[in-house]
């Protein structure tokens, strides 16, 4: 069991507003809080762990996973005992939190069940925020019924959405979903690639419908996220009030434009469409949706280069699918090509807890933040290199106080 208290002496702390590191100090932790930062002698505690210098920086976000997601083929996903899912889940949660992650939004699949028992310790994982179901019309990114299927979709467990049609129905589907404990709600704005029935192209939901899932998620003190690819589709999403935008990669200057006028996030998952590309197919994806992914991989390039040099709120988020999960650590290296490290780690830190609306509770070392930490042996601000290979320099991950990992 974790000690209540803990301090951590001569860490060289990475501040990722000033995108810096400011020297060596001590920190001190109650209670999976961070009680004190000092150059001077530290409160004692129960445990101390000397970093000798290494970099302390905060524990990293995802803003886009499936946690529930152990294979790329969703209708077979559909069929699994709920328990079977679960229980690959915690393999994928635990090779999460190996990687540095401490805060995961999981955009379609996680439940109640699942984050209760990461938070009491049953399953090893970061902390999850999710959404339940993703809500998808009919023939939308999450109804998996292929064209010769006629059974009548599932209206609050299919897989990873819930088919909706209708006002109405957007708002019952919406309160069910924050009913459940829904942090936020997940909306399929556009086609997808994993999806059998729509294309890239289409706009899915009316502006009604959609403008009534913005309304619940407000009402409910929340906000709305959005699949969408394209840039009618995103624009009608901006405009319903979506906060963010979640891949995005055929989005133009108007978009983007919009999304600095509004505050709005961009979350890229690059590195799943590379990897899907790749293994994509042996992962359990169909052919017809694997065919789907050369639309979106270089464009998302020119696309959020552009949307980075302009100043839009970009989030670290991956979205990968199956045995891909392996490659989370990959979106650093594919973004590097056109983000400063500072830039990158602040999309993974600083600017991921904005979006989730947890400001001054993660993503960066402060007092009274949650003490969710990793140490790494290097500079990541010189070399992102170093947040990508755990095995070779990360050595503690912290959450909440908590040591999940421990290279010392």
């Known amino acids: 069991m974790t000690s209540k208290t803990l301090t951590l002496m001569n860490a060289n702390i990475l501040d990722v507003r000033q995108g810096a590191l400011i020297g060596l100090h001590n920190i001190y932790i109650e209670d999976g809080i961070i009680r004190q930062i000092t150059t001077g002698e530290p409160h004692l505690a129960e445990q101390v762990f000397d970093l000798e210098g290494k970099t302390l920086m905060p524990g990293l976000c995802d803003a886009h996973v499936h946690v529930v997601a152990s294979t790329a083929s969703f209708p077979d996903l559909q069929t699994w005992s709920p328990s079977y899912v679960a229980a690959r889940a915690g393999q994928i949660l635990s090779g999460m939190i190996s990687r540095g992650f401490t805060t995961v939004r999981d955009c379609g699949g996680a439940d109640y069940g699942l984050v209760k028992s990461v938070e009491e310790g049953y399953l090893i994982g970061p902390r999850v925020l999710f959404c339940g179901h993703a809500i998808s019309q009919t023939g939308g990114h999450g109804d998996m019924r292929g064209p010769g299927e006629d059974w009548e979709a599932c209206t609050c467990c299919s897989g ?8 109405p129905e957007v708002r019952k589907g919406c309160r069910d979903e924050i009913r459940k404990g829904a942090h936020f709600i997940k909306v399929m704005a556009s086609g997808g690639v994993s999806s059998p029935t729509d294309r890239i192209g289409n706009t899915q939901f009316s502006m009604d419908e959609l403008t009534a899932a913005v309304e619940e998620a407000e009402a409910a003190e929340t906000y709305v996220a959005a699949h969408v690819y394209t840039a009618r589709a995103a624009r009608r999403a901006l405009e ?6 979640e891949h995005g990669n055929l989005i133009d200057e108007e978009c983007m434009d919009i999304m600095i006028e509004k ?18 197919i042996q992962n359990g994806l169909s052919v017809s949706m694997h065919e789907k992914v050369d639309a979106v991989v270089e464009a ?22 199956g045995a891909m ?11 590097s090509q056109f983000q400063k490290p500072a830039d990158l780690i602040r999309s993974a830190t600083l600017t991921a807890a904005e979006l989730f609306q947890m400001e001054g509770k993660i993503g960066e070392i402060s ?23 755990p095995d070779r320099y990360l050595k503690l991950v912290l959450k909440e106080g908590h040591v999940f990992r421990n290279g010392l």
Do not use: W
């Open 367 to 389: 007092e009274g933040a949650f003490a969710d930490l990793i140490a790494v042996d290097g500079d990541p601000l010189r070399d992102i290199g170093v947040l990508q290979d």
């Open 160 to 167: 990873l959405g819930r088919v909706v049609d209708g006002v």
């Open 240 to 245: 319903c009030g979506v906060r963010s935008i």
């Open 263 to 280: 505050g709005a996030f961009l979350v890229p998952t690059m590195s799943t469409h590379e990897v899907l590309k790749e293994e994509g």
């Open 325 to 335: 999960h392996k490659h989370q650590l990959n979106e650093f290296r594919i973004r």
């Open 300 to 321: 998302g390039y020119r696309t959020h280069s552009r949307a980075a040099e302009k100043g839009v709120k970009m989030v670290f988020g991956t979205d990968l699918l």
